[in-house]
């Protein structure tokens, strides 16, 4: 088993920038990719961007040109850099990783909350 910890969420006005973390708790895997999801209050979780193992890099369209996403320097971490921000952008992020792509084995973090308001 792997725990994901989000790091970096929090409040802030439309057009600011917000920068989230996430970082595995074990270093026995190499997981093929990992990314961020986002679950509005009463909507679905969506995907918002995943980062192979390759740096190959894949965005939903949303966030294209407004959000990067990269691999930390440190084994099994991901930032996801945030800027531009909207106030549909408001909602839970939460850092998921898959250890050889295909969905099979899957973790998931416990969230973290985006706020855009003013």
């Known amino acids: 088993q792997a725990q994901l910890d989000e790091f970096g969420g929090g409040s802030v006005q439309p057009g600011g920038s917000l920068r989230l973390s996430c970082g595995a708790s074990?270093?026995?895997?190499?997981?093929?990719?990992m990314g961020w999801y986002r679950q509005a209050p009463g909507k679905p979780r969506d995907f918002v961007a995943s980062v192979t193992f390759y740096n190959r890099t894949t965005y939903g369209g949303s966030v294209k040109g407004r959000f990067t996403i990269s691999r930390g320097s440190v084994k099994n971490t991901v930032e996801l850099q945030m800027k531009n921000l909207r106030p549909e952008d408001t909602a839970v992020y939460y850092c998921h990783a898959d250890l050889r792509g295909d969905g099979e084995v899957e973790f998931w973090g416990q969230g973290t909350q985006v706020t855009v308001s003013s």
């Open positions: 074990t270093d026995t895997y190499h997981f093929h990719s």
